[in-house]
């Protein structure tokens, strides 16, 4: 993206973040009551009406297991600027939150410092329409429409070069089928998309961009086996619908990673791009209110909100845009003041002050080190409120596995924990965590053969990075062994892809469009 763009970016009105890093003590939210075909894009969301290429107000929005945390940043009466942090259960695709103010927290070279709450400034209301977008009404205000932001600078009509990981699900959330695809091929037909079934089919697809739809047409003619695809891209996420000679199916699909191999989601080998939402200091993790940071990476360019504090205990905010290349960043945190507070109508802030360049070094899509003015480097980490390893609950929900060891797409519903395991119902297939610290998982089912013993139906093994994961499927009939791991030295590398479709609660992977 160009430098002319990062300047406007850093004067648009939606980048002034905040959360508390500590505060979000979610063992005392009850359980989510969530359920949706959708689930809200993380990352950075704006008032659609405020887009006036001047500083303002914005919201940095994370959805993990059925519950949102949004900060909010904006101003107070007198100019400055703060942040808000709302919590809340989504239910029915809607939530209700208080929005609550802190103070006292670290400023950039305090050393530890802990913040205290300071009041809240009523009620917020949201009504997510899809994964992109929403009807949001702050303390004080009408109800306005918000938006998913992408700054990523690529015509909605362009079919996105990536590659994806497909889930094709019947009626009742089963997949039935899986695809690896690269889209974005430059063809004498236009643009196309190319798509690996795991037992080695290939299909072309020649796609076309529909304005009515506001997404894209895809088919392979007259060629065997009949492909149709419709389908909307965001960001990460693609959803729509499929066919496939001749049955109908429901189409999601996750990024996985860019043609040139810029960024990841998934595979450890390539460089990593930072999962959209909201990060911490690891080293700051103590139960108290704290700073932390917004993250969202798109097309090589970088954006950061900081939730923090001045000298004198006031909440603020910094922004930070810039290039983003081989997992590192740096830029420039700015300030601002005199945007719009709850209820005050409309008001364009302006940049007031730099505190000094932010530098982020990438090791993992949820993991990295940064550097703030005044500061050495410190580990931070995608914060996750969600169970985590080990707990097996953070293995929930409905997955599908796209194996080309055995050339299958299997479909696997974990609904319930038995000890370290996650299970499907019956206790077929159990995953549990082989390695917590690296989120290496092992799904397993085994089937008993008379007079030869347990044989394994699925061994599957693969590093768990969120809702996605890439990893070894070892051929099946290996017979299982209590004290022995079998070896998967001679198994190739990304056999096995996953993907989790719903989560726990309910929430499935979409982006909430219907075809």
């Not at 406007?8 to 075909?37: E, H, K, N």
């Not at 410092?113 to 009523?122: M, Q, T, Y």
């Not at 890439?470 to 009939?477: F, P």
Request: with cysteine; net charge neutral; charged share 15%.
């Amino acid at each position: 993206m160009s430098s002319t763009v990062r300047t406007w970016l850093q004067r648009s009105p939606l980048f002034r973040s905040a959360v508390l890093a500590g505060t979000i003590a979610l063992a005392s939210i009850p359980a989510a009551q969530a359920a949706s075909d959708f689930t809200p894009l993380p990352g950075t969301w704006i008032v659609s009406a405020e887009q006036d290429g001047k500083p303002g107000r914005g919201m940095a929005i994370d959805v993990q297991d059925g519950v949102l945390v949004m900060q909010v940043y904006n101003y107070r009466a007198n100019g400055t600027a703060t942040f808000h942090l709302a919590v809340g259960n989504i239910d029915g695709n809607q939530v209700a939150a208080p929005l609550k103010s802190y103070r006292g927290g670290r400023y950039f070279g305090s050393g530890p410092l802990s913040g205290v709450e300071d009041g809240d400034a009523g009620e917020v209301r949201i009504e997510f329409t899809s994964a992109t977008q929403a009807q949001l009404r702050f303390p004080g205000e009408p109800t306005v429409a918000i938006q998913r932001f992408r700054f990523e600078n690529t015509p909605a009509s362009a079919l996105p070069s990536a590659y994806w990981l497909m889930s094709m699900q019947d009626s009742s959330g089963k997949a039935v089928y899986s695809a690896i695809a690269l889209s974005g091929l430059d063809t004498s037909t236009g643009p196309a998309m190319a798509m690996a079934l795991p037992n080695g089919t290939q299909i072309q697809v020649s796609c076309s961009y529909s304005a009515t739809l506001q997404g894209f047409n895809c088919s392979n003619g007259s060629a065997t086996p009949a492909v149709r695809l419709q389908f909307q891209t965001a960001l990460h996420q693609l959803s729509g619908s499929a066919q496939l000679d001749g049955s109908s199916y429901q189409l999601v699909g996750q990024r996985m990673l860019s043609p040139d191999g810029y960024d990841s989601l998934v595979f450890s080998d390539t460089t990593p791009v930072p999962a959209s939402g909201t990060w911490i200091v690891t080293g700051e993790k103590n139960g108290q209110p704290g700073r932390g940071m917004a993250m969202d990476v798109q097309t090589g360019t970088l954006v950061m909100q900081v939730y923090n504090y001045q000298a004198d205990g006031n909440a603020t905010f910094h922004l930070g845009v810039g290039a983003f290349a081989s997992g590192q960043a740096s830029a420039p945190l700015k300030s601002y003041q005199g945007g719009r507070y709850f209820g005050s109508g409309p008001l364009s802030g302006t940049e007031a002050s730099t505190a000094g360049e932010v530098f982020l070094d990438f090791s993992s899509p949820t993991r990295g080190h940064i550097r703030f003015p005044g500061e050495g480097a410190v580990a931070i980490e995608r914060f996750q409120f969600a169970p985590v390893a080990p707990d097996p609950a953070g293995l929930l929900g409905h997955w599908t596995f796209h194996d080309t060891t055995n050339k299958e797409t299997a479909h696997v519903a974990l609904t319930q924990v038995d000890g370290t395991a996650a299970t499907t119902a019956g206790g077929g297939v159990r995953c549990s965590f082989l390695n917590p610290s690296t989120g290496q998982v092992r799904c397993v089912e085994t089937f008993t053969i008379s007079g030869r013993g347990s044989v394994y139906l699925k061994d599957y093994r693969f590093v768990l990075q969120a809702d996605t994961g890439s990893g070894k499927a070892l051929q099946a009939g290996e017979l299982a062994r209590s004290d022995v791991l079998p070896d998967d030295s001679s198994t190739q590398k990304n056999s096995l892809l996953a993907l989790r479709t719903m989560d726990r609660r309910g929430m499935k992977l979409g982006l909430g469009t219907s075809f």
